[in-house]
Nanobody, 123 residues
Framework: QVQLVESGGGLVQPGGSLRLSCTASAFTLDVTTGWFRQAPGKEREAVACTSDGHTSYIESVKDRFIISRDNAKNTVYLQMNSLKPEDTAVYYC???????????????????WGKGTQVTVSS
């Protein structure tokens, strides 16, 4: 069964860290893979993308989040440091065949999605 499975979410205090993992089964992660998040009442947004060996981030997470992928394990990671309450959301990974300018990973361009993992940043 083709699926992406995320793990690593949870409750963390402000300033803390979490590492999310996303493993693909029954298929190979495509050239463009990313982490997305959706907070209550807000649209889903791309947080960090990896495409053809390059990475890109939204401004609010630059210098705090790091996306990486291990092709041998068919897994993509998101290391999240210095977490803030505004980072609270459901985090999804997704992958797709297309490539986009500035190594972006637009929501509309992803072919497969995981079910998400909750990240809550609160004291």
């Amino acid at each position: 069964q083709v699926q992406l499975v995320e793990s690593g979410g949870g409750l963390v205090q402000p300033g803390g860290s979490l590492r999310l993992s996303c493993t693909a089964s029954a298929f190979t992660l495509d050239v463009t893979t990313g982490w997305f998040r959706q907070a209550p009442g807000k649209e889903r947004e791309a947080v960090a993308c990896t495409s053809d060996g390059h990475t890109s981030y939204i401004e609010s997470v630059k210098d705090r989040f790091i996306i990486s992928r291990d092709n041998a394990k068919n897994t993509v990671y998101l290391q999240m440091n210095s977490l803030k309450p505004e980072d609270t959301a459901v985090y999804y990974c997704a992958t797709g065949r297309g490539t986009y300018s500035n190594y972006a990973c637009p929501v509309y361009g992803m072919d497969y999605w995981g079910k998400g993992t909750q990240v809550t940043v609160s004291s």
